[in-house]
């Protein structure tokens, strides 16, 4: 292997890469004009020193980090594969936490099949978390897809931890969004932005497979909500929040 192959492999370059994309969504933040709606929600929470799991859709989440209340601890869901690396330094940067391993599966009789990617230890890892008061980020849609359709493991995960989750969604109207499974939004500087938080939702521990699904739903109908809502906000009424590239 060359010296420059080495170098692109190695943790120095990771390191920079992800200073490098954490320094540009701090710019995002900075220059943006966010108009924030119920933001209460949110602060109840955290005046209460109270966890919760904040939910967004994949692709939609580049800059909701640096809307999170710098005293109180998060950790966000990062895989330990692909790109995981360069993420979890991004997120080291950005002052939020993370805890390694794969979206947790449908249905709770599956995460053996998960042990490989690590979905059983990073379930544990995020209920024990929100036991000890820190709050958790996570995607409801899991890889490859369909995007924007709501697993059942986030509502596991709420219904074991006994939290609640909490939709929320950010975007900003100068924005590129990439062709890919989850049509990853790389959102701009210097532009109108919004950030939507949605109403509660909590999961009795002895919730059915029925009231399972309806949460689920539930979750799904709630982030499809603030997506919208954000969208409109930056003047994209009726955009479409499905898969496509586009420059904007």
């Given at each position: ?7 692109l ?61 710098n ?13 995981g ?22 249905g ?45 493991g ?71 909500a ?22 904007h």
């Open positions: 292997m060359s010296i420059a192959k080495k170098f492999k190695s943790s120095a370059f990771t390191t920079f890469i992800a200073w490098l994309i954490a320094l540009f969504i701090k710019l995002v933040r900075r220059t943006g004009r966010f108009e924030i709606r119920r933001g209460e929600i949110a602060a109840s929470f955290w005046a209460d020193d109270k966890p919760f799991v904040a939910a967004t859709w994949h692709g939609q989440n580049m800059i909701l980090p640096t809307f999170w209340h005293w109180r601890e998060m950790r966000i869901l990062v895989s330990r594969h692909g790109d690396e360069i993420v979890a330094g991004v997120m080291h940067f950005l002052g939020v936490g993370t805890i390694r391993g794969a979206g947790v599966p449908k709770e009789e599956r995460l053996h099949k998960q042990k490989g990617k690590g979905g059983a230890g990073a379930l544990r890892a995020m209920v024990r978390a929100l036991g000890e008061n820190i709050s958790i980020g996570l995607t409801a849609d899991l890889p490859p897809g369909p995007a924007r359709q709501a697993g059942e986030i509502v596991m995960l709420a219904r074991l931890s006994g939290r609640p989750i909490v939709p929320v969604a950010a975007t900003t109207r100068a924005r590129i969004r990439l062709n890919n499974w989850d049509s990853f939004t790389i959102n701009l500087p210097f532009s109108r932005g919004a950030l939507v938080w949605g109403e509660p939702i909590y999961v009795p521990r002895d919730a059915t497979p029925e009231e399972i699904e309806i949460a689920r739903q539930r979750v799904e109908d709630g982030l499809n603030v997506a919208a809502e954000a969208e409109e906000i930056c003047g994209r009424a009726g955009a479409s929040s499905g898969q496509g590239a586009a420059a």
